[in-house]
């Protein structure tokens, strides 16, 4: 398992290796301690089945990563561990595609067990947070302009009911990048679950009936 770890502090980095080490027991990890660094990693040949990305640097901050990477339309399965808990900081970063928030607070335990339910195509957010976020303003209404060519191309083959490692092998990705892409679309769409995104996007002509 290839992980980026982006987080300015060697101490952490450490620690989560061994929370790593728990889900696979040789965690392929690579450091970025400045988001340009990470940027650099993630706009490289080099692919990457998680990121975890700290919201507090030096420079440009984590949000700064995850906004360049909704634009250029890099998918990998981003997991935000920060000890910065803005709600609507967080809010901002799930509508460009993070599938979790993970406080630093954390145990090892509690955090294995979330990184566990995201690496499984869940989105973790904890209950207090969601409930900050749920109280802002509603979530913006869908728009067929905020899905990427390759986020339709996978919508078209979840309404076909494949799976997600069909969609990889017929897309020719891996299938944590899937995972990140149904977990994105269902954001964007408000969407429950996979049936529920497949309706909203027939019903929207996202996708044929």
């Given at each position: 398992?290839?992980?980026?770890?982006?987080d300015?502090?060697?101490?952490?980095?450490?620690g989560?290796?061994h929370?790593?080490?728990?889900i696979?027991?040789?965690?392929?990890?690579?450091?970025?301690?400045?988001?340009e660094?990470?940027?650099?990693?993630?706009?490289?040949?080099?692919?990457?089945?998680?990121v975890?990305?700290?919201?507090?640097?030096?420079?440009?901050?984590?949000?700064?990563?995850?906004?360049?990477?909704?634009?250029?339309?890099?998918?990998?399965?981003?997991?935000?561990?920060?000890?910065?808990?803005?709600?609507r900081?967080?809010?901002?970063?799930?509508?460009?595609?993070?599938?979790?928030?993970?406080?630093?607070s954390?145990?090892?335990?509690?955090?294995?067990?979330?990184?566990?339910?995201?690496?499984?195509?869940?989105?973790y957010i904890p209950?207090?947070?969601?409930?900050?976020?749920?109280?802002?303003?509603?979530?913006r209404?869908?728009?067929a302009?905020?899905?990427?060519?390759r986020q339709r191309?996978?919508?078209?083959?979840?309404?076909?009911?494949?799976s997600?490692?069909q969609?990889?092998?017929?897309?020719?990705l891996?299938?944590?990048?899937?995972?990140?892409?149904?977990?994105?679309?269902?954001?964007?769409?408000?969407?429950?679950n996979?049936?529920?995104?497949?309706?909203?996007?027939?019903?929207?002509?996202?996708?044929?009936?």
């Amino acid at each position: 398992m290839k992980i980026l770890v982006v987080d300015d502090h060697q101490l952490f980095i450490d620690g989560i290796w061994h929370v790593l080490q728990k889900i696979h027991p040789q965690p392929d990890i690579t450091e970025a301690s400045r988001a340009e660094q990470a940027i650099a990693q993630l706009e490289s040949d080099e692919s990457f089945d998680l990121v975890l990305i700290d919201l507090v640097m030096p420079g440009l901050n984590g949000l700064s990563i995850i906004q360049r990477m909704h634009e250029q339309g890099i998918w990998y399965p981003v997991v935000v561990v920060s000890g910065e808990e803005c709600a609507r900081t967080i809010k901002t970063a799930l509508e460009m595609g993070i599938l979790g928030f993970i406080p630093k607070s954390y145990s090892s335990q509690k955090m294995l067990a979330a990184l566990a339910c995201v690496l499984s195509g869940d989105t973790y957010i904890p209950p207090g947070i969601q409930k900050q976020i749920d109280t802002l303003k509603p979530r913006r209404t869908p728009l067929a302009g905020n899905i990427t060519r390759r986020q339709r191309q996978v919508l078209e083959l979840m309404a076909r009911g494949y799976s997600n490692r069909q969609i990889a092998t017929a897309l020719f990705l891996t299938e944590h990048t899937v995972k990140a892409h149904v977990g994105s679309l269902l954001l964007e769409l408000n969407a429950v679950n996979r049936t529920d995104c497949v309706h909203i996007a027939r019903t929207r002509d996202l996708i044929e009936r």
